[in-house]
């Protein structure tokens, strides 16, 4: 039977020591309960095709997939790690939108792989909902990510700490290339998938770049300004592991991520982050490592490698500027500040300082500046108020336009993420759905339905831990 997905692949034509060609394993009963109707016509894909629970579970390969699962490694935790990749995942294919931009449909819980190692190539519902709303909310708030398409219970239990129910996502991105990907090759000295590795992500992503030492130069632009995004919504990715930094400059895997609901510069919520290496503040330090992690398996690639550490520690050494200008534009916005120069700096900082000394809640504080509400965020209403001097001061006239703009309603909240599961769990996916809609439209104005979804958690609702979704 014909399905509708227009595949146009080209990572199934590099060499295929890249990749392991494998397919989905079946599932016992698909159903289908959510589909992206939007990137869906993005995609020239029909989401209402008529297997679509089928396709959307790996049980059915549709007309022009050339299944397969990429290879990677990675530094996890800062501990390098040879041999990663998908290891619950399977690369469909690619299209090409209508946007003339190509990206790859990735299912993921799709069964194990020859990547698997001892896991079982499954995800539970709880992290296919999170990653879905998550991701699809991040794009609302104009941040570069990959995406959700559709998601699916499969009808059987996923064995974790408890029994759970069984779920695969449909991921679209880019492309899934990673740093690590990249470190695979250069740790093997295996220069010609290297070097056609640099080839694909240069044509594909980067087509400007003139070589490996401007392709450097423009993934770390990319990722600082993605980094600086990230830091102005409250947003902790949780596990920035080399293997799960996308090359398109893309934020990715979204295990452990938590939007911060009270403000605190050193906050983690990941439960395998114990030390905090990948806490709120480290993330622009991080995001700086990872970029020398990448420019070190570009070496390869250099015939003057004595030149080129020169040049690419030059290239490195770009990347905290570059953030901190990204940075202060982010922030001067949500202060109400087109303009915002290096005086501005101590204005925002001191209102950080002080959320974070009140724990005021990162979202509603922006989200209501220059209101009573804004206010009421600070036991120490005096110093909040002197603060409103400086910045009354500062402020120019349109400050409530640049604001409304910047500065989000609604994030998905931890506490209402893990409502919206509980929910789903026990087969009741109107939260999700409810949810799905609020945080996909993060700028409206709040109406009786979404101030639900404003609203920060009580303290028996706040929830402090997040967890890896395998
Ligand atoms: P992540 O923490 O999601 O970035 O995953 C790290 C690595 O573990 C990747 O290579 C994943 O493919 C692999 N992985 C995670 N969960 C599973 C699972 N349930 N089965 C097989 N591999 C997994
Ligand atoms: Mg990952």
């Known amino acids: 039977m014909r399905q509708s997905i227009p595949f146009d692949n080209s990572y199934a034509r590099l060499p295929n020591r890249m990749f392991a060609a494998i397919k989905p394993t079946p599932v016992k009963t698909p159903a289908l309960f959510t589909v992206n109707s939007d990137l869906a016509a993005l995609l020239g894909i029909d989401p209402h095709m008529p297997n679509a629970a089928e396709v959307f579970a790996g049980n059915t390969i549709p007309e022009g997939a050339e299944p397969l699962s990429q290879v990677y490694a990675g530094h996890q935790f800062g501990n390098w790690n040879p041999q990663l990749g998908d290891g619950r ?5 690619e299209v090409i939108g209508t946007d003339g931009l190509r990206r790859d449909i990735q299912l993921k819980g799709s069964g194990p792989t020859p990547y698997s190692r001892s896991g079982d190539g499954r995800a539970w519902l709880g992290p296919v909902m999170r990653e879905y709303l998550v991701s699809e909310a991040m794009h609302a708030l104009g941040v570069p990510t990959t995406r959700a398409l559709a998601a699916v219970t499969t009808g059987e239990p996923v064995y974790r700490e408890n029994v759970l129910p069984g779920a695969v996502i449909t991921r679209v991105a880019q492309s899934h290339i990673r740093v690590g990907t990249f470190q695979f090759f250069a740790a093997r000295g295996d220069i010609e998938a290297l070097q056609a590795l640099t080839d694909h992500v240069v044509a594909r992503h980067y087509p400007e770049a003139k070589g490996p030492a401007d392709l450097l130069d423009q993934v770390v632009a990319r990722y600082a300004q993605l980094i600086a995004k990230w830091m102005a919504l409250g947003f902790i990715h949780g596990v920035m ?3 799960n930094v996308a090359i398109a400059g893309e934020t990715i895997d ?3 991520c938590a939007f911060m609901d009270t403000f605190h510069p050193n906050a983690v ?3 395998i982050d ?5 806490a709120y503040s480290n993330q622009p330090a991080i995001g700086t490592w990872n970029m020398a992690q990448f420019a070190t398996a570009l070496i390869l690639l250099m015939p003057d490698r004595d030149q080129a550490i020169e040049d690419f520690t030059v290239a490195i050494n770009k990347m905290p500027a570059l953030y901190e200008a990204a940075w202060l534009d982010a922030f001067g916005r949500k202060i109400g500040l087109a303009d915002a120069t290096e005086e501005d700096r101590p204005l925002i900082a001191d209102l950080l300082d002080l959320m974070t000394r009140e724990g005021a809640d990162f979202t ?4 209501t500046l220059g209101t009573s509400a804004a206010r009421d965020q600070f036991v120490d209403r005096s110093g909040f108020d002197d603060w409103q001097v400086r910045w009354d001061d500062r402020k120019s006239p349109d400050a409530l336009h640049i604001m409304t703009a910047a500065n989000p309603q609604i994030i998905p909240r931890n506490h209402r993420v893990e409502q919206a599961i509980a929910a789903g769990v026990d087969g009741d996916f109107g939260p ?3 949810m799905l809609d609020a945080v996909t439209k993060p700028f409206a104005p709040l109406t009786d339905d979404t101030a639900y979804f404003a609203r920060q958690p009580s303290n028996d609702e706040r929830v402090t831990r997040t967890f890896c979704g395998t």
């Open 89 to 93: 995942a399977v690369l469909l294919g």
């Open 241 to 243: 592991n080399t293997d």
């Open 254 to 256: 979204y295990g452990p």
């Open 269 to 271: 919520f990941s439960a």
């Open 274 to 278: 114990q030390q905090g290496r990948y």
């Open 364 to 367: 509603n504080t922006f989200a």
């Open 432 to 434: 999700f759905h409810a």
